[in-house]
């Protein structure tokens, strides 16, 4: 069974950075593609942006294009998400994903494994 822990989240100001971690375990990562979704209140969860076990490229939301990257290490069985000027609107409970397929998924219920999520609040 896929067990996913996400850590990293708090509070930032406008403009600012976060990196936030996903640390896999259960299963063997490399074989995995993950995706980061966020969820603020009141509103459906949204895919952010993944990255794909077989190619090793990444794909973003338009809304975090330029700001967010998503990298994976394999060895660590990790994936991050380094957010850069961070923005009042990207205030919300961040969650990491897994899935098998080959490509990156970008709606949630395609995902198979999911972690606990972390919340990120950006202040202006």
């Known amino acids: 069974q896929v067990q996913l822990v996400e850590s990293g989240g708090g509070l930032a100001q406008a403009g600012g950075s976060l990196r936030l971690s996903c640390a896999f375990s259960?299963?063997?990562?490399?074989?995995?593609?993950m995706g980061w979704f966020r969820q603020a209140p009141g509103k459906e969860r949204e895919f952010v942006g993944g990255v794909s076990w077989s190619s090793g490229r990444s794909y973003y939301a338009n809304s975090v294009k330029g700001r967010f990257t998503i990298s994976r290490v394999n060895a660590k069985n990790t994936v991050y998400l380094q957010m850069n000027s961070l923005k009042p609107e990207d205030t919300a409970v961040y969650y990491c994903?897994?899935?098998?397929?080959?490509?990156?998924?970008?709606?949630?219920?395609?995902?198979?494994?999911w972690g606990q999520g972390t919340q990120v609040t950006v202040s202006s």
């Open positions: 259960g299963r063997t990562f490399g074989n995995y593609t």
């Open positions: 994903a897994a899935d098998q397929s080959t490509v990156v998924l970008t709606t949630p219920r395609e995902y198979d494994y």
